[in-house]
């Protein structure tokens, strides 16, 4: 079946009938509805407590950082509890578990996030002969430190995780990554738009790894790309977020998957668009099929 194909039939026809809901209809949502903030990265950079403010005006209540744009947290967090927002999620690169991990618990905890997730790992290591495996030792590392603080660590996916690796004789890097670590240190939050992007079923990842999945990103997109893992990975991200639109917009099919992420124990859900084209109506847009939205 190709990806289209499972996009546009498979999901779209899937049955929910054995998921249990609550028992009143008004329950069948989203809520509260959450927002990564590298969407609205260029306002921020600009204004961050009017930002902040301005996503919080706009309905949502917990935000995903994503940097803190060089303010101290002690700030940020300020500028959050006046607005009414919570953070229980941050943003930090590979080089920071790295090195710097127990600053960035320490700040977790005054920020108040209860996750912190690495998005992403250099192309140059997963290349490498022992690149992921030496991603999983680390992140397992990190993931059993932050516990003892109070702190989860998760792991945020783009496409390539579920493209075969010949550095792990054709296995997905993301079954290898979930396979190769602790599943008490080391949780999923799946971006539902980049699995969907690679051609693969996020539905049949909540039912194969129960547990493991504790946030979702939340992105739409109204065509899928001619898919090229011979291609920079940045430039293949660039172009796919050019037909991002904001969330209802798209061909993904949010009836089945959020109600689908709920049964899988998920309970934050960040709306996140890479390149919007006006960040303001588009996180507003989103926030409102969201909020009106039952299933």
Known sequence: MNRRTFIESSIATATLASLPFPASADEHRIN??????????????????????KVASIGYKEVEFAGYFNLPPKELRAMLDKDGLTAPSCHVGYDVVQNQWAKAIEDAHIMGHKFIVCPWIDEEQRKSPDGYKRAAELFDKAGAASRQAGIQFAYHNHYWEFIPAANLGGKLPYDFLLGSTNPDNVKMELDLCWITVAGKDPIAY??????????????????????????????????????????????IQWKVLLPAAQKAGVSHFFV????????????????????KLRF
């Open 32 to 53: 509260p509805v959450g927002l990564q903030l590298y969407t609205v990265r260029d306002l921020m950079k600009k204004d961050v407590p009017g930002t902040i403010a």
């Open 272 to 291: 996140e668009n890479d390149e919007p084209k006006d960040a303001i109506a588009n996180i507003t847009a989103s926030f409102d099929y969201l909020n």
């Open 206 to 251: 909540f039912n194969k790894y129960p547990g493991r999945f504790v946030m979702v990103h939340v992105k739409d997109l109204s065509k899928l790309p001619n898919l090229d893992a011979s291609r920079d990975n940045h430039a293949m991200i660039t172009d796919t977020a050019m037909n991002f639109t904001p969330i209802g917009g798209g061909l």
